[in-house]
């Protein structure tokens, strides 16, 4: 079973930092382009921030600009989220997803999801 794991939430003041990691359970996901989006509490997911698979094309949403990036390590199978400069309006449930295909395609649907992992910043 393909699996996402992610890892590396908490809770952090305002102005903190986290770093976020999603693991993947099989190689195939080196080739495949990857996403972090974020639910909070009575909101609809969002789109954070998509990588393509060989970490050559990023795309951040503006109101994480400057302050969130995303990487990738392929020989771990893993994507990473760095949250710099978090605010209370961070705090959310952050999911690693995954498309089969090589570069994120926001109209085309997201083949794997992982569990999630919580965010909460104080303020």
């Known amino acids: 079973q393909v699996l996402l794991v992610e890892s590396g939430g908490g809770l952090v003041q305002a102005g903190g930092s986290l770093k976020l990691s999603c693991a993947a359970s099989e190689r195939t996901f080196a080739n495949y382009a990857m996403g972090w989006f974020r639910q909070a509490p009575g909101k609809d997911r969002e789109s954070v921030a998509t990588i393509s698979w060989s970490g050559s094309t990023s795309y951040h949403a503006d109101s994480v600009k400057g302050r969130f990036t995303i990487s990738r390590d392929n020989a771990k199978i893993t994507v990473y989220l760095q949250m710099n400069s978090l605010k209370p309006e961070d705090t959310a449930v952050y999911y690693c997803?995954?498309?089969?295909?090589?570069?994120?395609?926001?109209?085309?649907?997201?083949?794997?999801w992982g569990k999630g992992t919580l965010v909460t910043v104080s303020s």
């Open positions: 997803a995954a498309q089969r295909r090589r570069y994120w395609t926001p109209t085309m649907i997201i083949d794997y």
